[in-house]
């Protein structure tokens, strides 16, 4: 598939054209739309149909979860694209929002391995352990360690000194490389976030997840989003895949519906799960916001993208367990641009052994690095590539060196870079993590500006990752459950 | 309801959301946050509940007068005075 065809949505290879209309079903009207089907978009559609409204998801791929998706290839290999890890936090949000199957699926990692320069070691990422590691290991005295994870856990909104997260770490690990690396590196693969991001959001980052565990569903992406499609099927939320929504429809200041695949649609409130650029700019228009805060959104940075290397071994091969998650670099000393180098030196391992599919005998093992949209955009067909073969190349000899005789293990090597990520989530320059922090203002006072116009997609670092994204869901859909009764109330 | 049977209604609410909680001996002077396991998510459920049971809105700029059990009657009173008190539901 070359990059200027556009893929059909529905079909299971991406190539074959619609034979239906997969709007046939719809509605004339709903009380809620929401625009995407990522975690945030599902949790928002699930909590609001559970309070009693109309709600409808579109969603322009044939796949619902967004981001959290998997893809199947020939040989019988599933990849997870981002399921590596989240925090403890998930499972109650599960539990509260989904259900108690969805909950009890949830997993403890066994264990996360870092591999650099600096230092290897192994964690299972709680508070407990990490303070083990930091006196230990580096040396750090308990005192210190203690009032780090203090002021991390008194930190809140209202108090935001303005500090980074690398000024923090100086102040409290001064000169200390190897502990700014200890603490940053996987938060800048969670969320994409950098020294540079302000302290305050990498702290809530952290305690919810360097504190009690990272966490994975046994049963993989595939099904978790079957059971959310089961349990939005039982609240109620009608779901329709294949639909390209065009734009919303905006009246007086106040949200009337959108136009989804040339048709109208009628409803009192839109949930946004698109990128919160694309539905100012685009799905509603710059015209129908105040001046200042079309260009407040338009100054909103974009994080930054992704690359990965879905590798799998062939049937009947496997490895002995290594760790869950692996944490490499040849770097001699962290900083964080060099994280999206093009041909950089960090790579995250995901390792999903066949214990990620209770039944299942396959191993996958899903490369990550963080990438920018710069970098891999205006390549020529043939530089492309070459880069990405040049990527899968890399990769392989990378994972070598952990699990030596890997390469004649595996069946199919396969790249995604930013312009896949674009290509098919629709997110402006493939950012994998929304927007920089700076976007979470607008995208919580959309309704400010136009009535019953909510977002709920990754914007900061804290509304994102699957936790934040689900939770952000269940925000909004509490802010649009306020505004339809408000409405029932003036119509009654 | 009276501000004894508002006090009831949201120790109702606390309990469906924090389980594990025990709620006999709650100060209604001390902020809850500071007696029981309450996160930013349990407390947007506080109010998602208080909406569904009561009808009551509360916009997110007067989050901050729910800190304290006193808090949460005085802020409530005018809205729940009219209101039935359901519990366990």
């Given at each position: 598939?070359?990059?200027?065809?556009?893929?059909?949505?529905?079909?299971?290879?991406?190539?074959?054209?619609?034979?239906?209309?997969?709007?046939?079903?719809?509605?004339?009207?709903?009380?809620?739309?929401?625009i995407g089907?990522?975690?945030?978009?599902?949790?928002?559609?699930?909590?609001?149909?559970?309070?009693?409204?109309?709600?409808?998801?579109?969603?322009?791929?044939?796949?619902?979860?967004?981001?959290?998706?998997?893809?199947?290839?020939?040989?019988?290999?599933?990849?997870?694209?981002?399921?590596?890890?989240?925090?403890?936090?998930?499972?109650?949000?599960?539990?509260?929002?989904?259900?108690?199957?969805?909950?009890?699926?949830?997993?403890?990692?066994?264990?996360?391995?870092?591999?650099?320069?600096?230092?290897?070691?192994?964690?299972?990422?709680?508070?407990?352990?990490?303070?083990?590691?930091?006196?230990?290991?580096?040396?750090?005295?308990?005192?210190?360690?203690?009032?780090?994870?203090?002021?991390?856990?008194?930190?809140?909104?209202?108090?935001?000194?303005?500090?980074?997260?690398?000024?923090?770490?100086?102040?409290?690990?001064?000169?200390?490389?190897?502990?700014?690396?200890?603490?940053?590196?996987?938060?800048?693969?969670?969320?994409g976030?950098?020294?540079s991001d302000p302290?305050?959001?990498?702290?809530?980052?952290?305690?919810?997840?360097?504190?009690?565990?990272?966490?994975?569903?046994?049963?993989?992406?595939?099904?978790?989003?079957?059971?959310?499609?089961?349990?939005?099927?039982?609240?109620?939320?009608?779901?329709?895949?294949?639909?390209?929504?065009?734009g919303i429809?905006v009246?007086?200041g106040?949200?009337?519906?959108?136009?989804?695949?040339?048709?109208?649609?009628?409803?009192?409130?839109v949930?946004s799960n698109a990128s919160l650029k694309s539905t100012v700019e685009r799905l509603v228009g710059e015209s129908h916001f105040s001046s200042a805060f079309a260009a407040g959104v338009k100054a909103v940075r974009l994080n930054n993208s992704?690359?990965?290397?879905?590798?799998?071994?062939?049937?009947?091969?496997?490895?002995?367990?290594?760790?869950?998650?692996?944490?490499?670099?040849?770097?001699?000393?962290?900083?964080?641009?060099?994280?999206?180098?093009?041909?950089?030196?960090?790579?995250?391992?995901?390792?999903?052994?066949?214990?990620?599919?209770?039944?299942?005998?396959?191993?996958?093992?899903?490369?990550?690095?963080?990438?920018h949209w710069r970098?891999?955009a205006?390549?020529?067909?043939?530089?492309?590539?070459?880069?990405?073969?040049?990527?899968?190349?890399?990769?392989?000899?990378?994972?070598?060196?952990?699990?030596?005789?890997?390469?004649?293990?595996?069946?199919?090597?396969?790249?995604?870079?930013p312009?896949?990520?674009e290509?098919?989530t629709q997110s402006p320059q493939g950012a994998s993590f929304g927007t920089k922090f700076e976007g979470l203002r607008y995208s919580m006072e959309l309704s400010k500006e136009v009535?019953?116009l909510y977002h709920a997609g990754s914007v900061g670092i804290?509304m994102s990752?699957?936790?934040?994204?689900?939770?952000?869901?269940?925000?909004?859909?509490?802010?649009?459950?306020?505004?339809?009764?408000?409405?029932?109330?003036?119509?009654? | 309801?009276?501000?004894?049977?508002?006090?009831?209604?949201?120790?109702?609410?606390?309990?469906?959301?924090?389980?594990?909680?025990?709620?006999?001996?709650?100060?209604?002077?001390?902020?809850?946050?500071?007696?029981?396991?309450?996160?930013?998510?349990?407390?947007?459920?506080?109010?998602?509940?208080?909406?569904?049971?009561?009808?009551?809105?509360?916009?997110?700029?007067?989050?901050?007068?729910?800190?304290?059990?006193?808090?949460?009657?005085?802020?409530?009173?005018?809205?729940?005075?009219?209101?039935?008190?359901?519990?366990?539901?």
């Open positions: 598939m070359t990059r200027e065809q556009k893929y059909y949505k529905g079909s299971l290879d991406g190539k074959a054209p619609l034979t239906h209309d997969p709007l046939k079903d719809v509605r004339a009207r709903y009380d809620a739309i929401v089907s990522g975690l945030g978009g599902l949790t928002a559609a699930n909590i609001l149909a559970r309070c009693g409204h109309k709600v409808a998801v579109l969603e322009q791929h044939y796949n619902y979860g967004g981001l959290a998706t998997w893809f199947k290839r020939r040989g019988g290999h599933i990849f997870d694209v981002s399921l590596h890890g989240f925090p403890a936090g998930m499972k109650k949000t599960c539990r509260r929002y989904w259900n108690e199957a969805i909950a009890a699926r949830i997993e403890r990692l066994d264990s996360i391995r870092f591999d650099n320069p600096q230092f290897r070691l192994e964690t299972i990422f709680t508070r407990d352990d990490f303070t083990r590691l930091l006196v230990e290991h580096f040396r750090i005295e308990r005192a210190r360690v203690e009032t780090f994870y203090s002021e991390l856990a008194r930190m809140d909104f209202f108090s935001d000194s303005g500090e980074t997260a690398g000024e923090l770490f100086e102040r409290h690990f001064p000169g200390r490389n190897d502990v700014h690396r200890l603490l940053m590196e996987p938060i800048t693969y969670a969320n976030s950098t020294l302290a305050i959001s990498y702290g809530i980052v952290f305690s919810n997840f360097m504190s009690s565990g990272v966490y994975t569903f046994g049963g993989g992406t595939d099904w978790l989003i079957g059971e959310m499609k089961k349990e939005l099927a039982r609240s109620g939320v009608e779901l329709f895949n294949r639909v390209e929504v065009e429809l009246e007086n106040q949200t009337r519906g959108v136009v989804a695949n040339g048709r109208e649609i009628a409803c009192e409130t949930i992704s690359t990965q290397v879905y590798m799998g071994l062939a049937e009947g091969e496997s490895i002995p367990f290594l760790t869950d998650l692996l944490f490499t670099s040849t770097r001699e000393r962290f900083d964080s641009p060099s994280l999206c180098d093009l041909h950089g030196e960090s790579r995250t391992f995901s390792f999903y052994y066949p214990k990620t599919r209770p039944g299942s005998t396959r191993t996958t093992i899903v490369s990550s690095m963080n990438a970098d891999w205006g390549m020529d067909e043939a530089s492309y590539l070459a880069n990405k073969a040049r990527l899968e190349a890399d990769t392989v000899t990378a994972l070598e060196r952990h699990v030596p005789g890997i390469r004649a293990k595996l069946t199919h090597i396969e790249a995604a870079t312009r896949t990520f290509f098919y009535q019953g804290i990752g699957w936790l934040g994204a689900a939770n952000y869901g269940v925000i909004t859909a509490s802010k649009a459950d306020g505004f339809l009764r408000s409405l029932e109330k003036v119509r009654s | 309801m009276t501000r004894e049977e508002i006090v009831e209604a949201i120790k109702d609410i606390i309990a469906t959301i924090a389980p594990d909680e025990d709620l006999s001996n709650l100060k209604h002077d001390v902020r809850l946050r500071d007696q029981i396991a309450l996160d930013s998510m349990d407390f947007l459920d506080i109010v998602m509940e208080l909406r569904k049971r009561y009808g009551v809105q509360v916009p997110e700029e007067d989050y901050k007068e729910l800190a304290t059990m006193d808090g949460c009657v005085n802020y409530l009173y005018p809205q729940l005075s009219t209101k039935q008190l359901k519990v366990g539901v």
